[in-house]
């Protein structure tokens, strides 16, 4: 269980706010250079005790170079409601990075994959996206929300991602596709031709897409949001059923996932 | 002349603390998870999750839910089993020259027997906590904690077959602590720990359900301090053993609001989870707070407390 694993303050360097959710880009060199697509950190958004705990944040992006790392949030509570009210100049303390995050070791250039991202989950796929484009992996893009104002990093994917296709949906035909992601996923019928597929949405989209692919035969790699109370393995609180030698057990998602491959996961129905 | 070094170690009379601030089982994983945030060898001890003899799975979540200024849980003490801990972990903390004390638990007493037994054939143990407020099945559930025959009858035995020291924790969700108190005193404790979670229900109003699967779960953080000095300060009243202090802390001065009361030691739980260094500060802090009054020794500040 030894990891590396830092607890530093990081210093708001640019905000951005679009409605509901907030892009922070904040100074944590050691993290940025020990993270990987997929994991995530805790930050503590009050030094008062309301909110008394830490919140997750997947990192959306890194920049070892310059030191920097990327969270990308929506407003959904009493934490993330807080952590919005900082500006720039500002410091949070965050311990990072945490967590198992997708696999790239798999693949080889050249070889294709789907990312599915649903609302705030494009972040973790957006930092993998950066990886993948470094390895010369061919990125297809599917970027679903509500309506157009649920997609509002279209833009910096376009501009920094490079992805060969970016298809956006929205359940209100606000922008791109209208329906469900999971519905233009399954009208695009390009199975056969992808090697894998990286997930980060809302459970009910996560689990259709685990159907999908198991039907097509395509593997998968499923990031899960749960509530977590430390994030580092001894609360016990964040766990989920997860198939381990052909039994399910209840497996700590701060410590095992959040990254998971879908065959493993029991989802939950609605 | 102000002090310059502070004598931070407090006698517990069967064992001496390098100082009296300790983890709170089940904040602090079995104490290796938390290598990467503090050198264990600095705390007064590690007092590791509760262990049963074979390893458990725990509650259904969601096993936490965030309160005012506290934690609810009900996490169903989950945990690897003793045989493992002894195997897989103990060696590590002793590698580390960690104070360890393991907390036991038990379904039966016949259990919490067997746990200590295994535990007394390994080295590297300082001392057992013993955790009665586990649901005990051949008592409908009902934990020992709550009634003050089931507390004597389980702390005797353990007593009896224990080759270490034992330190009984109390539940707080008792109407008369003294009495539960006297019961572990008589039935041979060397020390009393409290307190434990205080049992508690949040709704989801919008569904109108539990905000825990288990429905009922304890609350800790530092919604319960003042409850849980109240209580700590009552015992150290009613018994003539060690008492160490928990519920709540967050500082080093409300640290030292538990030993001002009589509190030997303190033991820091929810506190863990969002400053994972919060015990080696609280530890600073309190020695800045020595340092500042001229006390030399932190002994000298245990039970200064004047109505």
Known sequence: ??????????????????????????????????????????????????????????????????????????IVGRGTSRLSQYSPGESLSLIGPLGQGYSLSVLKPGDKVILVGGGRGIAPLFFLAQQ????????????GGKSAQDLPLKSLIEEELGVEELVLATEDGSLGEKGLVTEVLE???????IERVYVCGPEAMMRKIARMIEVWGVPGE???????????????????????????????????GPVFPGEVIKWEED | MAVQKVDMSVDLGFFRLTNPVLTASGTFGYGIEMMPFVELKKLGGVVTKGLYFEPREGNPPPRLVEVTAGLLNAIGLPGIGVKAFIRDILPRLREEKATVIVNVCGETV??????????????????????????????????????????????SRVKKAAQRPIVTKLSPNVTDIALIARAAEEAGSDALSLVNTFLGLAVNVETR??????????????????????LVYQTVQAVNIPVIGLGGIVTGYDALEFLSVGARAVQIGTANFFDPQATLRIIQEMEEFCREHNISRIEDFIGSFRI
Not at chain 1, 187 to 193: D, L
Not at chain 2, 213 to 228: D, E, F, Q, R, T
């Open chain 2, 110 to 155: 016949e259990e919490y027997v067997k746990v200590v037994r295994c535990l007394d054939e390994a080295e590297g143990i300082a001392f057992y906590e013993l955790n009665i407020s586990c649901p005990n099945v051949e008592e409908e559930g009902r934990c020992p904690a709550l009634n003050p025959q089931a507390t004597y009858s389980v702390v």
């Open chain 1, 1 to 74: 269980m030894e990891r590396e694993v830092c607890l530093v303050q990081a210093k708001i360097l640019e905000k951005y706010k679009w409605g509901q959710y907030i892009l922070f880009y904040l100074f944590a060199p050691e993290i940025s250079k020990l993270a990987k697509p997929g994991q995530f950190v805790m930050i503590r958004v009050s030094e008062q005790f309301i909110p008394l705990l830490r919140r997750p944040f997947s990192l959306m992006s890194v920049d070892p170079s310059e030191g920097r790392i990327a969270i990308f949030f929506q």
């Open chain 1, 132 to 143: 993948l484009k470094e390895k010369k992996i061919r990125v297809m893009i599917f970027y």
């Open chain 2, 209 to 230: 359900r539990p905000k825990l699967a288990n429905v009922y779960g304890g609350l800790s953080g530092p919604a319960i301090k003042p409850l849980a000095l109240r």
């Open chain 1, 187 to 193: 009208r695009k019928e390009i199975w056969p031709r």
């Open chain 1, 222 to 256: 499923f990031s899960l949001e749960t509530y977590m109370g430390c994030g580092l393995g001894i609360c016990w609180s964040c766990v989920r059923r997860i198939k381990k030698a052909n039994s399910w057990s209840w497996v700590k998602i701060c410590e095992e």
